[in-house]
């Protein structure tokens, strides 16, 4: 970050103290950006409820969620659209979140899940249980979770060196994320037709059919593993000094570390069993959170927000933006993440950091 970017990080940081004595520290500008973020992401819900074969005005979506809807219109709204949007809004929270914390950690903004193979290890899980056992739904995010956290705990051993650092890990991952792609591939042509293209379908990423039975453990676990990420942002911000200035300061490096790579790994495997690879949101999400918000750090929470606004925003224009034909939101996050990938580069290869 540049002298004049951490000047005004300074100048729209506040301190907020209270009758009793104690401080807090508030970025008002990250507070706005949240906040605007937070706004967008459900009114994009409201109107993505909205849409469909029936459609129902953004009126009637609000009055409908309220209890207030005619039978037909709970119907539709609360069993059949609703857990499809809530799916989407984990599923971009988890990816934005995860992002962030891989991208702090390796110090670098190419360290996303999807560059790293994290993704692609969730999918090769997945894989295993329907191409060996066609194993249902339940199996398969089970096989999904596995199949991502043997890949983190692969890239922390192998990227491990008297600690695990920047340009080494994203290394390391790209390794990783090559020899699994390739074994997704030989798993597929192991596969008979059916299960073939039950996992092809998988493999694009997709929010169709999704129901309540996808909600409710993404969202347990989210409910785990996001408070302590966010809980260890200060530490992650000091990290970014260098760890021998975060140990001076009391900060238990390896310890932090591990802790939030455990926990991205579980929220992108998690986001991955949910809706299958979507690829890109991890990377973009952090990315464009600290562009928003001019501040320096991990920025965790704008970065969440970012993510789930962008998939479900994603998810709407799969569904309204190609007429007639209906794309999995994959398609859409890949063709946008892949620009702004390329973006990223010519960028960092002009500053001379690639």
């Known amino acids: 970050m540049t002298t004049a970017a951490k000047t005004a990080a300074v100048k729209n940081t506040r301190t907020l103290r209270t009758p009793g004595g104690l401080s807090l520290r508030a970025d008002l500008r990250a507070l706005v950006v949240v906040t605007a ?44 659209r609703l857990p499809r949007v809530l ?102 042509t192991k596969a008979d037709f059916v299960d073939a293209t039950r996992a092809v379908v998988w493999m694009t990423g997709s929010l169709n059919g999704r129901d309540w039975s996808q909600v409710w453990p993404l969202l347990a676990l989210c409910a785990v593993l996001v408070p302590p990420a966010l809980a260890n942002a200060r530490g992650l911000r000091m990290m970014e000094m260098g760890d021998d200035v975060s140990n001076a300061l009391g900060v238990r490096v390896e310890r932090v570390r591990l802790l939030l790579m455990v926990s991205a790994v579980l929220l992108t495997a998690a986001a991955t069993a949910a809706a299958g690879p979507v690829s890109f949101v991890a990377l973009t999400a952090p990315q464009l959170a600290r562009r928003l918000t001019r501040s320096p750090g991990p920025n965790l929470l704008p970065s969440l927000c970012m993510g789930a606004t962008l998939l479900v925003t994603a998810d709407w224009a799969s569904q309204r933006a190609f007429g007639a034909d209906q794309l999995p939101v994959g398609v859409v996050t890949g063709v946008l993440g892949g620009l702004y990938l390329l973006w990223l580069l010519v960028t960092e290869r002009k500053a001379g950091r690639i």
């Open 37 to 80: 973020l937070l706004l967008a992401a459900c009114a994009a819900s409201v109107v993505l409820i909205g849409t469909g074969d029936f459609p129902i005005s953004f009126g009637d979506v609000v009055r409908t969620l309220a209890g207030n809807g005619t039978p037909s219109q709970d119907f539709i709204v609360n069993e059949l």
């Open 87 to 188: 799916v989407g809004l984990l599923v971009g929270a988890s990816l934005g979140l995860g992002g962030a914390l891989f991208q702090a950690i390796s110090r670098n903004p190419l360290g996303s899940p999807d560059v790293l193979g994290l993704s692609q290890g969730a999918t090769s899980g997945a894989l295993v249980v329907i191409v060996l056992t066609s194993g249902g739904a339940a199996q398969v995010t089970f096989g999904a979770l596995v199949g991502g956290l043997l890949t983190g705990l692969a890239i922390y051993l192998l990227a491990w060196k008297q600690g695990v650092h920047g340009y080494r890990l994203v290394l390391v991952g790209i390794g990783v994320s090559a020899v699994v792609t390739a074994v997704n591939g030989y798993l597929l």
